[in-house]
């Protein structure tokens, strides 16, 4: 009995997608991304997608052909086998029986069945949407190889059902890329490193998610061109640069390494420390305060040999120690520090490496940029009694007319209650090759009293030790909740050239700071602060004092 039930059940599918009788809500399909009409359309019925395979394998890059009575046999691209008989519960792939929830019937010359057996049987990826009723079918990238020599390369991506790839080009830097629509990648690695000709690297990666894009990347050494050879059947294809000859080597895995580490004191204002590496990698930059370190993280890149910690002369750098394991990416160059001082950052290229130099100047040879945030009809965060950009001003102001007294070239971006451009106050900055520029602020919470504290903002790496030294002054001055030096996305610090830091003060719904920011003791605390902070980033943080003037 339960077998005619269930031959009837299917009975009525079939009418339905042969008839095109609405009993069923026909599914929508996706092949490689792209909307594919398919006919008979594939329908849902208890939870089971049951539709002609014929047609959406062939889209993949398999032939099909009959295989006798009401039998399809289905042969992908690497040779694989599968026959659907129409009457059996089985599929066959590569003579092993595979169970299918429903058996195979033959409709109006085609063969029908559950298909989710037979996508997975031929290798696609497949994705079901239960509440928009669609199904996504499409590849996967199984290998990206890379051979290369001076001449030329060709990096090989390869898939095992038909693909399509669509070649960009990006500048600065330079690189090309292959977008595979309907394509996921989830290999060993994430790229290899070439430095071979115009190769420098190659890296790959999921782009999207839905509807899934593979991205294939090519970093270049300059614009030479670069071609998309699909392959001869559809199955990926390569980025061809420069000349091939067809007898490039196969560039195994490469790890850049940390080749080598050097320090040097030429003199008692300057400390050098250089770390050579195999290939030109990215670098991130971490500076706490207490203890005073700074760290270099090299995500890619790995130690060459272990190396011991070892002591660095000079006033500003302690000991010098090399972390990570050989040929496993991730290593970091940490420096103990006696003191926190201004450093400048020096990429080359020849060879590959980064050189961080610590040097003691003056605070009264700098070209300062006070900026007084909001004004004029920008008025900032409001307080009971107190505006933002009123409390900005006052502090701006003197701490400008402090850093005049020490000597110091001082420049507000705003003397007066009236509106600024965010854009136009890094401009002002940049225009005049300020030295330094500090944003002033004061914070806020969407709900009164629910916020209190001290925080310092910066956006580039090169910002990071500034931000570091006046954040630590500010809060120690205040007394408050020290909230930390964090990175964010503001304009006044990602556009402007030179290190750049905001700061903000206290919190002026806050009904505890806003009395203290009405204090003239107050704001002469924070003034100080950073006066000090930005003579400390300068001139070197060893004669810090241990407690400020104001303690609160």
Known sequence: MQQIIVRQRLAAIVAALVLCVPALAAVDVYVLGEPAQISPAPQLDNGVLVGAPAPIVGKLGCRFMSAGQGALLIVTPAGKRITVTAGSDTLSVDGAAVKLPRPALLAGGEVVCPLRPVLDAIGADTHWDAEAEVLSIGTHIDAVRVYADEQGARIEVSTPLRSEGTLARMEDPE???????????????????????????????????????????????????????????????????????????????????????????????TTLVRVELSDPVEMDLD????????????????????????????????????????????????????????????????????????????????????????????????????????????????????????????????????????????????????DLFLSVHCNAMPTRNTGNGTETFYYHDRSQCLGAVVHDNLTRALGRTDRGLKWANFCVTRESDMPAVLVELLFLNSDEEEALLEKPEVRAAAVNAIVEGLRQYVEGTASLPEQSELGM
């Open 175 to 269: 690189r090309a890329y292959v977008d595979i629509p309907g394509a996921t990648i989830a290999l060993d690695h994430e790229c290899t490193w070439v430095s071979c000709g115009e190769v420098q690297r190659v890296r790959w990666g999921q782009f999207k998610l839905d509807p899934p894009i593979a991205r294939v990347v090519i970093d270049l050494q300059s614009d030479a061109p670069v071609r998309w050879k699909p392959h001869p059947q559809g199955l990926g294809g390569a980025m061809i640069v420069g000349k091939v000859q067809g007898d490039e080597p196969l560039i195994e895995r490469r790890v850049p390494k940390i080749t080598r580490i050097d320090t040097r004191t030429p003199d008692d204002h």
């Open 287 to 434: 500076v706490q305060r207490r203890p005073p370190r700074v760290t270099m993280r090299f995500p890619d890149a790995a130690p060459s040999i272990p190396l011991a910690p070892m002591s660095v002369g000079g006033p500003f750098v302690g000991t010098l120690q090399l972390d990570g394991t050989p040929n496993t990416p991730g290593a970091a160059v940490v420096l103990q520090m006696k003191q926190l001082i201004h450093f400048d950052i020096d990429e080359s290229d020849g060879p590959p490496a980064v050189t961080l130099i610590f040097k003691r100047e003056k605070l009264a040879d700098q070209r300062i940029i006070i900026d007084p945030g909001h004004g004029g009809r920008d008025s900032g965060a409001r307080g009971q009694r107190l505006l933002e950009k009123d409390v900005n001003l006052d502090v701006a102001r003197q701490v400008a007319a402090k850093l005049v007294e020490i000597g110091a070239q001082t420049m507000l971006t705003r003397d007066g209650d009236y509106y600024v451009g965010l854009y136009d106050r890094p401009e002002l900055a940049n225009r005049i090759d300020a």
